[in-house]
């Protein structure tokens, strides 16, 4: 196990690395001068081929790849912003934080409400709990984002005045931006567990473990909900990473200070540096996220570890 | 019928009704069984074998399925009316159940063993360490050595498998094992170890025993009393020997009849004409009678009973009366 544990690492490498170059190859076959940007629209051609040339700019595309390769890998430095002349590690490592607290958040409610929906769901179907749930699911996932977030803010901060509309310090201040962003993460959550548990439920080994004289709650969440989760830990770990890339709408509505929107600014400015460090970020986030689902599916799953770990008596499928 | 018998199933009537249709899947079915006996229930695919047992420990896919009437009997006792959590205590224990597919009918993400134990935790107020003990020992009365109590379903063969599923169905010595087809998956050898185990056991512990199959075979090797199955009604019962020497329903008659034989030379084997009825719209009469070479038109409307045509001997057949003495 630690073998494939290692062996998931080492190849990551190669993976960042690809998304780097290609990012990087992007970023220069996009119109637009960053030296430009930085001058400003006044700046003369003969001002702006100078600024180039300092920033290296000038040089073959080959050299200047090199060259950011050599800062990233070899030093763990990101550069500096264009724009704003600060270290880019800096701001990611102050930014990073409160973009978790998002994921996090959305990840422990969508599972810690979703999931109890959905089984829900799931046992009593074609009840009233059953059309109810996914009725509120269906909401939840065709609910354009910024809207349920300002419908938020005008309810509980415009209306009522119980919470603040904007801006960062404690806890209070996150409620909404997280309640804007991890419901429609519960309604997709309940809708999958709900068929996963739906395709479980009927299979042989579930009456079986019925005939034992299992308790029904047992039969559920010993028997069932282990095997009807499966499929669903890939899909929770593809939001997760993409939550960890930042939420531009929620981070931009309640004025977050996130990865998000540093990201996208970056990418209005031309800010070349920026953006790759945030794209290498949520790669490397992104990795560690689906080898942390191929490991917990592994661990449920002795079919699934049996591939993994190759080698002794391997079942048949 | 004798009031002791240790099951008794009576006027048992199970659909599935669904919005588009009504599948009549156990219609008006009665037999009994004494206690350490074996009963064959015999019978086509689909006639409502499994549903009946199914319906005896009370694991009936419902909705759709629905017990429209009857009771079912075990030393007095209707498990029908039986509440779910008095059930769960008779599920595993009193009552356990084979199934036919041992690759499906294992918690794929369960260790074997922890399956086994699984029951006899449920049911016996003992230490877990006891709890393993006799777990494993389960597993070397089905053959399997204790050693892969910790393996899981996938390193198994289908063989080993059913063993697996045998060994829950055991574990708890219960007072009626209902075996749902439980060789039918697995390849000739198999079967015949396994057999050969189930009535081992059988003869062991005095368990009393419903065996579904499709297999004559198996039957004339396993069974004490036998009841054939036809769209689900009972269209013959009696004694093994009974069935076997004496058939007198043309079902049974024909079911023999499309037997291969080995002392008797024949180029083709004669097989039942046609088809078993549609569940969902059952014939009037016999509904064995369209495809009946007895048929008479009384048969296809006059409400055919079970009629005792020897002691013990039952036959839905108008015109099984006074014959087969």
Redo the contacts between chains.
Sequence with gaps: MLKYILKRILLMIPVILGVVILVFTLMQLTPGDPAQVILGPTATSEQINELRNEMGLNDPYIVQLGRYLYQVFLKGDFGTSYISNISITTELMQRFPKTLIFAVAGMVLSLGIGIPLGVNAAVKQNSLADYGSMTLALIGTSMPGFWFALVLILLFSAKLGWLPAYGTGGLKYWILPIASTAFAGITTMARQVRSGMLEVI????I??????????KNVIYR?AL??ALIPVITVAGMSFGSSLGGTLIAETIFSIPGVGVYIVNAVNNRDYPVVQGGVILLAVAFSLIMLACDLLMAA????IK?QITGGK?R??? | MSAEAFLQVNNLKVEYITKEETVYAVNDVSFQLEKGKVLGLVGETGAGKTTIA?TI?R?L?SPPGTVMDGSIKIEGVDVLKLS?EEM??????KI??I?Q?PM????????VGEQIS??IA??NDIPSSEVRKRAEEMLETVGIPAERYD??P??FSGGMKQRV?IA?ALACEPDLLLADEPTTALDVTIQAQVLELMKELNKKNNTTTILITHDLGVVAEMCDDVAVIYAGEVVESGKLEDIFLHPAHPYTVGLFGALPRLDEDVEWLSPIEGLPPDPTDLPEGCKFSPRCPNCTKECRHWDVHLDEIAPGHFVRCIHAKGEDK
């Design positions: 009927n299979s042989d080994y009456t079986m473990a019925k005939s034992k004289g299992v308790s029904k028997h282990p095997n449920i799953d002795p079919r049996a008596k079942g048949k499928k | 199914r420990l694991v896919q779910e769960e205590k008779i599920r595993g224990k356990t159940m199934f597919d499906t009918s294992l918690n794929p993400v369960m260790t699984e029951v449920l049911h393996e899981y996938h390193q599923v829950i």
